[in-house]
């Protein structure tokens, strides 16, 4: 697995390539220090998983996310940061990265890049307790304007509690292709990216 790394300071910098590339399967193939080489080096490189730092002074990890990602929608980008901070998760969210975890938690990054690039979503435990409270909203809101029909919507609440496909089709008594077809065609309707923009929007129009 081939990793980018970018962070603003440069013993941070030090310390995760060190200790990532002890793991015999990571390789850190370039790091910077500023959002603003990202997506040079993104293009360049074609990393497996983008690691980066969300305070940055140039341009902030949100911005170069933002700027990989409409580059190529695929690319994985792992946020990290030393900052609970809710807006950031939110904005975080809604730009569909793979991840948010903190800095602190050095154990767990390794673990949440072979995550990510397996292709699952990672958010610490810290942030996903907070996500209901975060985006929580008492407006109501209409799924069928969206042609959402009622199994959709059960495949879209079960989601948002962070079921994975094989769960949700023992919970519904479905067959795991039939909740992936489920899956794809309510992203398809309503116009998300994956599963991490599906509980965000779950939660932001949450009746």
Same mark, same amino acid.
């Given at each position: 697995?081939?990793?980018?790394?970018?962070?603003?300071?440069?013993?941070?910098?030090?310390?995760?390539?060190?200790?990532?590339?002890?793991?015999?399967?990571?390789?850190?193939?370039?790091?910077?220090?500023?959002?603003?080489?990202?997506?040079?080096?993104?293009?360049?490189?074609?990393?497996?998983?983008?690691?980066?730092?969300?305070?940055?002074?140039?341009?902030?990890?949100?911005?170069?996310?933002?700027?990989?990602?409409?580059?190529?929608?695929?690319?994985?980008?792992?946020?990290?940061?030393?900052?609970?901070?809710?807006?950031?998760?939110?904005?975080?969210?809604?730009?569909?990265?793979?991840? /948010?975890?903190?800095?602190?938690? /050095?154990?767990?990054?390794?673990?949440?890049?072979?995550?990510?690039?397996?292709?699952?979503?990672?958010?610490?435990?810290?942030?996903?307790?907070?996500?209901?409270?975060?985006?929580?909203?008492?407006?109501?809101?209409?799924?069928?304007?969206?042609?959402?029909?009622?199994?959709? /919507?059960?495949?879209?609440?079960?989601?948002?509690?962070?079921?994975?496909?094989?769960?949700?089709?023992?919970?519904?008594?479905?067959?795991?292709?039939?909740?992936?077809?489920?899956?794809?065609?309510?992203?398809?309707?309503?116009?998300?990216?994956?599963?991490?923009?599906?509980?965000?929007?779950?939660?932001?129009?949450?009746?």
């Amino acid at each position: 697995m081939q990793i980018l790394i970018i962070d603003d300071d440069f013993l941070i910098v030090t310390a995760l390539k060190t200790i990532l590339e002890a793991t015999s399967d990571i390789e850190v193939t370039k790091t910077a220090t500023d959002g603003s080489y990202a997506l040079p080096l993104y293009k360049k490189h074609q990393p497996d998983v983008v690691l980066m730092d969300i305070r940055m002074q140039e341009m902030n990890g949100l911005d170069a996310a933002r700027e990989i990602l409409a580059f190529d929608k695929e690319a994985k980008v792992l946020l990290l940061t030393t900052f609970l901070d809710d807006e950031y998760i939110i904005k975080a969210l809604n730009l569909g990265v793979k991840g /948010y975890i903190l800095k602190q938690d /050095y154990d767990n990054i390794a673990p949440s890049l072979h995550a990510v690039y397996s292709g699952q979503n990672v958010f610490g435990n810290e942030i996903t307790a907070k996500i209901p409270e975060l985006l929580s909203q008492s407006s109501p809101f209409d799924y069928r304007q969206f042609q959402i029909g009622e199994r959709e /919507y059960e495949v879209i609440e079960l989601v948002a509690t962070g079921l994975s496909n094989r769960e949700i089709a023992e919970q519904l008594f479905l067959s795991e292709g039939t909740v992936r077809n489920y899956l794809s065609t309510i992203l398809n309707k309503l116009d998300l990216r994956d599963r991490t923009q599906l509980a965000v929007f779950f939660y932001q129009n949450k009746n």
